[in-house]
């Protein structure tokens, strides 16, 4: 049987600034709200979360955490999104860019120094330089 659904959980130390991260800057639906027993806050995207395995050759260096949020959008949805976290102020790793195996994306981390990987399907292909 197979899980009803699949949530993830993403500690911080800034509840405030992080609602306004996933909310504001990510445009994730707020769902919810508690501050009884601890406090802490819901997002809900358009569709049901999924769990991608990624196997890679190598490990960035330094390594970044073993884990990160990936945040599929739409291929227009890039650069606005990319436009939302930098006028905030958020850190960015790097601009949006093609990937060679067609998504184009950033990647940026939450005020808590959580990974994000914000990308959409795309048709362009990356050039030598890019990859």
């Known amino acids: 049987m197979r899980p009803a659904k699949a949530v993830f959980v993403?500690?911080?130390t800034d509840l405030a600034a992080s609602i306004r991260f996933y909310r504001d800057s990510l445009g994730l639906e707020l769902t919810e709200e508690?501050?009884?027993m601890g406090r802490g806050a819901i997002f809900r995207a358009s569709t049901a979360a999924e769990v991608e395995l990624i196997e890679v050759d190598d490990l960035a260096d330094p390594p970044e955490p073993r884990s990160?949020?990936?945040?599929?959008?739409?291929?227009?949805d890039v650069d606005a999104i990319y436009g939302?976290?930098?006028?905030?102020?958020?850190?960015?790793?790097?601009?949006?860019?093609?990937?060679?195996?067609?998504?184009?994306?950033?990647?940026?981390?939450?005020?808590s120094g959580v990974s994000i990987n914000?990308?959409?399907?795309?048709?362009?292909?990356?050039?030598?330089?890019?990859?």
Not at 68 to 76: I, K, M, P, R
Not at 118 to 131: K, N, S, W
């Open 10 to 12: 993403v500690p911080t």
């Open 34 to 36: 508690w501050s009884n």
């Open 68 to 76: 990160a949020l990936g945040l599929q959008v739409g291929e227009d």
């Open 84 to 111: 939302r976290l930098e006028a905030a102020g958020a850190r960015l790793k790097a601009p949006p860019r093609a990937r060679a195996w067609g998504m184009r994306g950033f990647g940026a981390f939450d005020p």
């Open 118 to 131: 914000v990308y959409a399907p795309t048709l362009e292909t990356a050039t030598d330089d890019e990859r």
